[in-house]
C-alpha cells in the first residue's frame, strides 16, 4: 500500500498498511458494544457508526494522533442490560459531558482523582463487566448449539495470539449469519435530525449512571490515556486536555443520536499494538465507520445468540483488567455491590469507603 503524508498538528498524517491495521486495534471493542446497543436498544445504528466516525477524524486531526474514541462502555452496559431506557440514556451522555467540560476547564481532574481512588475505579469497571457478562449468558442459552460454534470460533483466535481480536471475529460470524439470511442491505444515507432528550430520562438512574460512568472515565479514558500517549507518542495531552474534548463530543454527539463516547487508553493501546503510529489511523478508521453507516439492516437479523457471546467476550476482557488493581478486595467489593445493586450504588459506597479509608490509615 502507498504512503500519503499530509501536515498535522503534532506529526504528520500517513496513511499506510500499518494505520490501517492500526486503526482496526481500536475498533475491537467499539463494533461489539456499538452492534449490541443497535440490536437490543432503540437506538439507531447508522447514527451511532456516524458518530464514530466523525469525532475519530475529528479528535485524531484535532491531536495528532492516533486517540481512541470508544462507547462510555458503563452507560452502554447499562443501556444493554436494559436499566436505562433511551431517553434515560441520552440525559447520562449529556450531563457527563457538561461535567467534563467543567472538570476541563477548571483542570480540576487531579483533586477528584485523588477522592475516587484507583481501585474504585476497577470496582465499577468489573461491576460494568459482570453486568455485561450476565447479559449475554443470558442471551447465548437461546441457542446452545450456535453459542458453543461462537466460543469454539473465539477459542480459536484465541490460541492463534489474538485475544483482543476474538470478539470481532464472532461479530463478522454474527454478521455473515445475519447477511444469509437478509442478504446484501441496500446502502442509505441515514438522516440526522437534532433532538432534545424526553425530561423524562433526567432520572435518579440517570442521574446514578453517570456518575459510575465518570468514575470510569477520570481514570480510564482521561489519566490512563494521557499516561500513554505520552509514552508511545511523546506527547504533551493532559487529563484535562482529555476530559474537556469527551465533554464538548458528547454534548455535540448525543443530540443526533449518538451513543456516549470517551476516549479510553484500551483504545489507544490497541493501535499502537497493531501498528498505528499517526493520526491516519483514526482518519482511515473514521472512514470505515462512514461506509459501515450506510449499510446496517442485517442489524435486525443478528443472531442474539451470537451476540451473547460477543458480550461475555467483551465482558471478559474488561474484567481481567478490572483485576489490574492495588486493592483486590476493594474493587471486587464494589463489583458485587454493582452487579446485585446498580452500578451507582456502588460508585457512592466505594468512594465513601476510599475517603473513610484513606482518613484514618485503615
Known amino acids: 500500500m502507498g504512503e500519503l503524508r499530509i501536515s498535522s498538528r503534532v506529526d504528520s498524517v500517513s496513511f499506510t498498511r500499518r494505520e490501517l491495521t492500526g486503526a482496526l486495534g ?40 492516533p486517540v481512541s474514541v470508544e462507547p462510555m462502555k458503563a452507560l452502554a452496559a447499562l443501556a444493554i442490560g436494559g436499566t436505562l431506557g433511551a431517553a434515560e440514556l441520552a440525559v447520562a451522555g449529556l450531563l457527563a459531558g457538561v461535567a467534563l467540560v467543567a472538570i476541563g476547564a477548571t483542570g480540576s481532574l487531579d483533586r477528584i482523582a485523588r477522592y475516587v481512588g ?3 475505579t476497577r470496582g465499577v469497571q468489573l461491576a460494568v463487566a459482570l453486568i455485561l457478562l450476565r447479559t449475554g449468558v443470558g442471551l447465548g442459552v437461546g441457542d446452545p448449539a450456535l453459542a458453543l460454534a461462537g466460543v469454539v470460533a473465539a477459542g480459536a483466535v484465541v490460541l492463534a495470539g489474538y ?5 470481532l471475529v464472532v461479530l463478522a460470524l454474527g454478521l455473515a449469519l445475519a447477511l444469509r439470511s437478509t442478504g446484501v442491505p441496500a446502502l ?37 490515556t494521557a499516561l500513554l500517549l505520552s509514552e508511545y ?4 495531552v493532559t487529563p484535562d486536555d482529555l476530559a474537556t474534548s469527551m465533554g ?8 443526533l443520536g449518538a451513543l456516549p463516547m ?74 458485587a455491590l454493582g452487579l446485585v445493586t446498580n452500578v451507582g450504588v456502588a460508585f457512592v459506597v466505594g468512594v465513601g469507603w476510599w475517603v473513610v479509608r484513606d482518613r484514618f490509615s485503615l
Open 262 to 335: 470517551c476516549h479510553g487508553s484500551g483504545g489507544v493501546a490497541g493501535k499502537h499494538a497493531f501498528g498505528a503510529r499517526t493520526a491516519g489511523a483514526n482518519v482511515l478508521l473514521g472512514g470505515l465507520y462512514g461506509l459501515a453507516a450506510l449499510g446496517t439492516a442485517a442489524v435486525t437479523a443478528f443472531p442474539t445468540t451470537v451476540l451473547g457471546v460477543v458480550l461475555a467476550l467483551v465482558a471478559l476482557e474488561l474484567g481481567r483488567s478490572a483485576f489490574s488493581t492495588d486493592d483486590l478486595a476493594t474493587t471486587v467489593a464494589v463489583g
Open 118 to 120: 484507583e481501585p474504585v
Open 188 to 224: 442509505a444515507l441515514p438522516s440526522l435530525t437534532l433532538s432534545l432528550p424526553d425530561p423524562a430520562g433526567l432520572t435518579a438512574g440517570a442521574a446514578e449512571a453517570t456518575a459510575a460512568q465518570l468514575a470510569m472515565t477520570v481514570g480510564n479514558a482521561a489519566v490512563a
Open 26 to 65: 481500536d475498533s475491537v471493542t467499539v463494533l461489539p458494544i456499538v452492534v449490541a446497543v443497535g440490536a437490543l436498544t432503540e437506538l439507531s445504528l447508522a447514527r451511532m457508526l456516524l458518530g464514530f466516525g466523525a469525532f475519530q477524524i475529528i479528535w485524531g486531526l484535532w491531536y495528532g494522533l
Open 163 to 167: 485475544r483482543r481480536a476474538s470478539a
Open 233 to 236: 507518542y511523546d506527547a504533551d
Open 248 to 255: 464538548a463530543m458528547n454534548l455535540a454527539a448525543v443530540p
